[in-house]
């Protein structure tokens, strides 16, 4: 008999295939039976395994190279290959970015760390742009991380004085429309266009530069926060904030799934 005959007629295990077959062959089913139930067992684990092959590893390896082969402007235009890349990113944002910038992207101040949920991105919305922080970080350490510019300690240095950094605070404030010292903002508007330089980096308007990775110096989406306190801080100490390069810890298809999900504002129409 083949071997496959023999596989078909008694079953995967060696004993006989039935309770009738095992008592005819005389053997105690008891002894029999368990080999065969093994045989069963090796089978349907094999089944998962390949069912999981099928229905998970192999799609989700075909999703991953077309997002990497596609590029960004093109995926954007596609709803299903979009929405894929997002669902792809989700978790990894949970796993990976969360810790930082917060479960829903709120961010945190305390550490500097900028909100994904609004409008602000330092370096520009554009899903190339994003995809080029993530890969290589901010002041990373990594050769190609963003890293045009640093808040100089204006007070610790002796750029300015303590006045000065006082006064530019509520120039500062005066812009964003809150209580301020209005002789203050008065003396504070020319060091933020001279002595300070602050208008280099951050823009005539304060609204921050995307080239410089500068942020906003108005509005609502501050890093380290914009109380007067945090504000003269800020002036006085310097901030060089710093996020992680991720190329070598997360798969291309996942960097380019995280770029869409914060270009889409995924986070933001969650807050
Ligand atoms: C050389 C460029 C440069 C100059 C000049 C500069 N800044 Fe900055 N500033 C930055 C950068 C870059 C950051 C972001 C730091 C980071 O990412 O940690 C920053 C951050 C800040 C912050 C923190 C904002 C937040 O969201 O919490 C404040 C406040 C600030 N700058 C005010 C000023 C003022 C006022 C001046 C002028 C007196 C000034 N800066 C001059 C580059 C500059
Ligand atoms: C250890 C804390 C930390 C972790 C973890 C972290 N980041 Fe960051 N990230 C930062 C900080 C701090 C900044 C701001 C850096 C600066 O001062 O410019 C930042 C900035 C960014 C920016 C620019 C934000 C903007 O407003 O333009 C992006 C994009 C970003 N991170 C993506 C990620 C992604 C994606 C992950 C997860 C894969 C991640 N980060 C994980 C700390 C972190």
Redesign the pocket.
Known sequence: MSRWRKWRDEGPGRGPRTLKMAMESGSRPGKVLVPRRQGYLLLAALLVVVAVMVFYWLPRRALAAELVRTEPAVLLKNPRLRDQAVALARP??AS??A???GAKGEGDLK????A?NDA????GNDPVD?EH??LYG?RSGHPKARNVADMPAMGRTGQLTDGEVSDVVDYLLELDQRPHDAAAAERGRPVFFAKGNCFDCHASDARGVTDY?TPPLRGTSW?YGGDRDTLYRSIYSG?H????A?INK?APAEIRG?AVM?HEGVLSRER
């Open positions: 990894v944002y990976h970015c810790t930082c910038h550490r500097g760390v900028p994904m602000d991105w330092l370096y994003l922080t993530i901010i990775g890093m901030r904030g710093k996020c992680p991720w997360l995280l914060f």
